[in-house]
């Protein structure tokens, strides 16, 4: 894949996480610095044209998550990545909160369990405002990388990188993304593209679609 550019570490003072994520049926944004906040719209309509705004879902895509079981640790050892994980939840507006830690990835815990039939969600930031982030390297991924899934039940799940789609903000690939499939799927999400120092956003989604292989 072709690497768009980056800012400079450090650059800027406001650092731009991640897409606007839908799941479980709801527009949901990425709660961040300089986000667009879903609440200041009455009715926000399909791709929203600023980072940080809605994709509007289809409805009916993730499967109720196991009780008690959660996403402990993700690793994709070709590009060097080996983190624990966050639980991501909604702040009070109904948008999906972004992992505090930038060194470590995050599950949405209220979607779909790795495993389960449908995509699961992890995601997280591709850079601080000194240093690279935990996806600094995505962009790297190609078809056939293994990524390794761990959960509290003790299982560690591998799953294969398909395809990497990088996608701008305000056209980001839901249906694809989101959209509902017969296998228990990963959805790795991050920012990529150029750094909008007006937003305070990166332009891009960068996005690794991958299948479960083994359990």
């Given at each position: 894949m072709r690497?768009l550019?980056?800012?400079?570490?450090?650059?800027i003072?406001?650092?731009?996480?991640?897409?606007?994520?839908?799941?479980s049926?709801?527009?949901?944004a990425i709660?961040g610095?300089?986000?667009?906040t879903?609440?200041n719209s009455?009715?926000?309509?399909?791709?929203?044209?600023a980072?940080?705004?809605?994709?509007e879902?289809?409805?009916?895509?993730?499967?109720?998550?196991?009780t008690g079981?959660?996403v402990?640790?993700?690793?994709?050892?070709a590009?060097?990545?080996?983190?624990?994980?966050?639980?991501?939840?909604?702040d009070?507006?109904?948008?999906l909160?972004?992992p505090?830690d930038f060194n470590r990835a995050?599950?949405?815990?209220?979607g779909?369990?790795p495993g389960?039939?449908?995509?699961?969600?992890i995601?997280?930031h591709?850079d601080?405002i000194?240093?690279p982030?935990?996806?600094?390297?995505?962009?790297?991924m190609?078809?056939g990388?293994k990524?390794?899934v761990?959960?509290s039940?003790?299982?560690?799940l591998t799953?294969a990188a398909?395809r990497?789609?990088v996608a701008p903000k305000t056209q980001?690939p839901?249906s694809s993304?989101y959209?509902t499939?017969?296998?228990?799927?990963?959805r790795?999400?991050t920012?990529d593209?150029t750094?909008?120092?007006?937003?305070?956003?990166?332009d891009d989604?960068?996005?690794?679609?991958a299948?479960l292989v083994?359990?």
């Amino acid at each position: 894949m072709r690497k768009l550019s980056r800012r400079t570490w450090g650059a800027i003072g406001a650092t731009a996480i991640l897409a606007a994520l839908v799941v479980s049926g709801s527009a949901l944004a990425i709660a961040g610095s300089s986000r667009t906040t879903p609440g200041n719209s009455s009715s926000p309509s399909a791709h929203e044209g600023a980072a940080g705004g809605i994709q509007e879902p289809d409805a009916g895509r993730t499967t109720a998550p196991q009780t008690g079981v959660i996403v402990t640790h993700v690793s994709i050892p070709a590009i060097g990545v080996s983190s624990d994980i966050e639980l991501l939840t909604l702040d009070s507006t109904g948008a999906l909160l972004p992992p505090v830690d930038f060194n470590r990835a995050g599950w949405y815990s209220g979607g779909v369990i790795p495993g389960q039939i449908g995509p699961a969600i992890i995601a997280g930031h591709i850079d601080s405002i000194t240093a690279p982030a935990v996806f600094a390297n995505l962009h790297k991924m190609t078809p056939g990388m293994k990524i390794l899934v761990s959960l509290s039940n003790g299982s560690v799940l591998t799953f294969a990188a398909d395809r990497s789609q990088v996608a701008p903000k305000t056209q980001f690939p839901s249906s694809s993304v989101y959209g509902t499939v017969p296998t228990p799927q990963l959805r790795v999400i991050t920012c990529d593209g150029t750094f909008n120092r007006a937003t305070g956003h990166y332009d891009d989604n960068l996005v690794v679609f991958a299948t479960l292989v083994s359990t």
